[in-house]
C-alpha cells in the first residue's frame, strides 16, 4: 500500500501532519491547521524511469573567482541595503506591513534600472494593469520602460520571461498571490508559497536575472508562509515604518552578498518615497525642547551615523502591575536598565508606569543606546529636562558600570555636524580623541553618576542624593506608606 500523505500543513509554521487537529505541535499556534494537496513528487516526465546520478568534478577552495557582479539600481539608499546593488541570479524578499510602501518602492527601483537601460519587469498579483499605471502616473515615472503585466501563474510568467532577453529585474508583487501548477493546493497556502518561491528561485538562478519577491507579514511581523521560504533566498529585507509618521526604513534582515547592519531611509510623501540622505536631521526636525524624558542618542546603524531621541515618561502608576511600555526598543532591554537603576542608583520604579518611545519610528538595536535611555528615564523621573545640546551614548553592565561602544569618533562628528555641544558618553571613549570636533566630551564612569548629574539639574528637588544613592520621588513614597 502507498504511504499515506502529509496533507495537513500548518499555515503559520509550515509543519505536516498526516490527519487534522487543532493546534500545531510545532508552533503552538490554534487553528492554523489546514488541507492541502501534497506538493506532486513525480518525476518531471512520466512513465519515464528515475534519472541516474551524474558524475561532476569536486573543486578545491583556492581557484579563480569573481566579485559579484552587481548592478546598482541608482536608489542610493536601496542599494546601501542591498550592499551595492543586485547581484546577478540573486532573490530578494521584501517584507512589510500592509500599505508601508512596498509596492511604490519597487517600482520606484524597477523604473530606475529601466530608465537605465536595463530590462525590469513587475509582475502584479494584487493589482490590475491599470492601478499600476495610476501609481507610475502619480509618481511621475510614466516613462520609465518598465514591462508590466497583472498574473498570477509561475509557469506563464517563466514561459513569458524565458522567451526574449532575459529581464535584470524581476518583481512579484506577492509571492503569496502565485501559484505553480507542480502543487495541487489553493494560492496563498505554505505549500503553494514554497513551490511558486522554489520555481522562481530556479529561474533567477538559471537565467541570472535578479528577482524580487514581495512577502506579506503576519500581524506578529512575521513574513506570511514557511519560514523555509527566508532560507531559501538571498536577502531578506524588510521595510519598515510607524503607520502615524512619514518615516519608511528598510532594513537587511539576511544578505548573503553584504552586510545585514545597513539601513536605508526614506519618507513617504504625495510624490512617492523621498530618498533621506541625512536621516539624524529628519529625526530631530521635531525635537521638544526644555522638557523632560528626552535624551539624543548619537547611534550607529550599519556605517552610518544616526542622531535620534529616546523619550521617556515616568509616572505614578494606579495598577498593581505597573506598565513597561516600549516603542522601538527591546522591551527586555529596557527591564535591565530599570533593575540596574533599581540595584546601583536607589532608583525605585515599581510603583511607576514607564514608557519609552524611540522618536520617528526607528527600532533601535544597539547596546549603546542604554546611556540615553536611562539618561531620559531618571530625566522623567526627577523632572529634569536634560540640556538640549547634549547627545549620549554608552552600555550599561549589570554592574551599572558606562561600558565603551564602537566608533566613538564617528557618533561624536556626526553630533558636532549637527550642532551638538556635549557628549554624554563612556570614560575609555574619551581617550580615543573626539575633541577635535569641537564637542565637550562628559565621561561617566557609571549610571549612578550620571543619576546624580541629572538629578541636580532638577527643578524641583524630587531626586536626592544620599551617601552615592539618588532615591527617587517613588522611594519616599513608598517609605512613607508603610
Ligand atoms: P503601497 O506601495 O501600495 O503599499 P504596499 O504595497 O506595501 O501595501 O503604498 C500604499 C500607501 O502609500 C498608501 O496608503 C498611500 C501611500 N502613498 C503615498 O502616500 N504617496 C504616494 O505617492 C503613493 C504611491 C502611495
Ligand atoms: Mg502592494
Known amino acids: 500500500m502507498a504511504r499515506r ?36 513528487a513525480r518525476p518531471a516526465m512520466p512513465g519515464r524511469a528515475p534519472r541516474k546520478g551524474r558524475k561532476f568534478t569536486l ?46 518602492l519597487l517600482l520606484e527601483v524597477a523604473a530606475a534600472l529601466a530608465r537605465a ?42 514561459a513569458t520571461l524565458s522567451d526574449r532577453e532575459t529581464p535584470r529585474l524581476l518583481v512579484i508583487d506577492s509571492i503569496q498571490t502565485m501559484w505553480t501548477d507542480a502543487v495541487d493546493s ?36 512575521q513574513i506570511a508562509g514557511p519560514r523555509v521560504v527566508e532560507h531559501m533566498v538571498d536577502a531578506v529585507l524588510s521595510f519598515e515604518g510607524e503607520g502615524s509618521h512619514q518615516f519608511r526604513i528598510l532594513r537587511a534582515v539576511k544578505n548573503r552578498f553584504g552586510p545585514t547592519d545597513e539601513i536605508g531611509v526614506f519618507e513617504m510623501t504625495g510624490l512617492g518615497l523621498q530618498e533621506i540622505a541625512n536621516p539624524s536631521e529628519l529625526f530631530l526636525s521635531e525635537r521638544d525642547l526644555g522638557s ?46 530599570l533593575a540596574v537603576l533599581e540595584a546601583h542608583c536607589g532608583i525605585r520604579l515599581s510603583g511607576h508606569d514607564v514608557y519609552l518611545n524611540v522618536a520617528g ?9 542604554d546611556l540615553a535611555a536611562a539618561a531620559a528615564l531618571v530625566s522623567s523621573l526627577a523632572n529634569a529636562p536634560l540640556p538640549a545640546d547634549a547627545v549620549y551614548f554608552g552600555e550599561i553592565s549589570l554592574s551599572g558600570a558606562v561600558r565603551p561602544v564602537a566608533q566613538a569618533p564617528a557618533r561624536l562628528k556626526e553630533a558636532a555636524k549637527l550642532g551638538f555641544g556635549r557628549a554624554v558618553m563612556p570614560q575609555s571613549a574619551a581617550g580615543e580623541g573626539g575633541g577635535e570636533f569641537g ?34 520621588r517613588a522611594d519616599r513614597r513608598a517609605s512613607q506608606d508603610d
Open 5 to 40: 500523505e502529509l496533507t495537513f500543513v500548518c499555515q503559520n509554521c509550515g509543519a505536516a501532519y498526516g490527519r487534522w487537529q487543532g493546534k500545531c505541535d510545532a508552533c503552538g499556534e490554534w487553528n492554523t491547521i489546514t488541507e492541502e494537496g501534497a506538493a506532486l
Open 59 to 104: 573543486e578545491p577552495l583556492t581557484g579563480a573567482t569573481h566579485d559579484a557582479p552587481r548592478l546598482a539600481c541608482g536608489v542610493a539608499e536601496f542599494d546601501r541595503v542591498t550592499g551595492g546593488g543586485f547581484v546577478r541570479g540573486s532573490v530578494l524578499l521584501l517584507g512589510g506591513d500592509p500599505g508601508i510602501g512596498k509596492s511604490t
Open 117 to 158: 537601460g536595463h530590462r525590469a519587469v513587475y509582475i502584479s498579483g494584487e493589482e490590475a494593469v491599470a492601478q499600476v499605471r495610476l501609481r507610475a502616473e502619480r509618481l511621475k515615472l510614466q516613462d520609465a520602460p518598465i514591462e508590466l503585466a497583472a498574473e498570477t501563474s509561475v509557469e506563464d510568467i517563466i
Open 186 to 221: 489553493a494560492p496563498g497556502t505554505v505549500t503553494q508559497v514554497r513551490g511558486a518561491a522554489q520555481a522562481l528561485i530556479r529561474f533567477a538562478k538559471r537565467s541570472g536575472t535578479a528577482v524580487i519577491l514581495v512577502g506579506h507579514v503576519t500581524k506578529d511581523g
Open 292 to 337: 523632560p524624558g528626552t535624551a539624543v542618542f548619537a547611534g550607529i546603524e550599519g556605517s552610518r551615523p544616526l542622531l535620534v531621541e529616546i523619550q521617556a515618561l515616568v509616572a505614578p502608576t494606579s495598577l498593581g502591575t505597573p506598565r513597561r511600555a516600549v516603542v522601538g526598543w527591546d522591551p527586555s532591554r529596557l527591564a535591565m536598565v
Open 361 to 369: 519610528g526607528l527600532r533601535i538595536q544597539e547596546p549603546a543606546a
Open 439 to 472: 564637542l565637550a566630551l562628559l565621561p561617566v564612569p557609571s549610571l549612578s553618576h550620571l543619576a546624580a548629574d541629572i538629578a541636580a539639574l532638577g527643578k524641583t528637588p524630587a531626586v536626592k542624593t544620599a551617601g552615592g544613592n539618588t532615591r527617587g
